[in-house]
């Protein structure tokens, strides 16, 4: 007897939200949930359904993708389910983690805003952090270009 239609989607389903959570869990800009065990231990999911999950195998519940999500730090719950919604949180983690490497390059451990404005959104923090390499790349080299002398 051949699958119903509706079993063919569950399945597809199923397969979709275990490729979702191995790759959200192996790309996570934060490095410390990269293990079943970190985000089994962050989220109260079992390690076992968390393979299981990954593998596809899993009808998981909602309250186990609410979980996961938030686990992840995702507040669109949708993130595991919707491939649109997925790919947009993955783009702005890549620009978090974009980020962090160019905070590290740069030697920087934080960064201030005034409490009068509105926090940048990941992509425009890029483009600050960007322009502060630019400036410290330009002092760096103009303190190399004078011999390191500090001036007057």
Do not use: C
């Amino acid at each position: 007897m051949s699958e119903s239609a509706p079993d063919a989607l569950l399945e597809t389903v199923k397969s979709d939200v275990g490729r979702r959570l191995k790759y959200a869990r192996t790309h996570h800009p934060n490095g410390r949930l990269r293990t079943q065990a970190a985000l089994s231990e962050a989220t109260g999911v079992s390690r076992r359904a968390l393979g299981e999950i990954e593998a596809g195998t899993a009808n998981p519940s909602l309250d186990t993708l609410v979980k996961l999500a938030a686990g992840l730090g995702v507040e669109r719950v949708a993130y595991l389910l919707d491939e649109a919604v997925f790919d947009q949180v993955n783009s702005e983690f890549d620009s978090l983690r974009q980020n962090i490497e160019v905070k590290e390059e740069l030697g920087v451990s934080s960064v201030v805003f005034r409490a009068d404005s509105e926090p940048p959104s990941p992509r425009d923090m890029g483009g600050i952090l960007q322009q502060l390499q630019k400036w410290v790349t330009a002092a760096q080299k103009a303190n190399n270009h004078d011999g390191g002398s500090s001036r007057p």
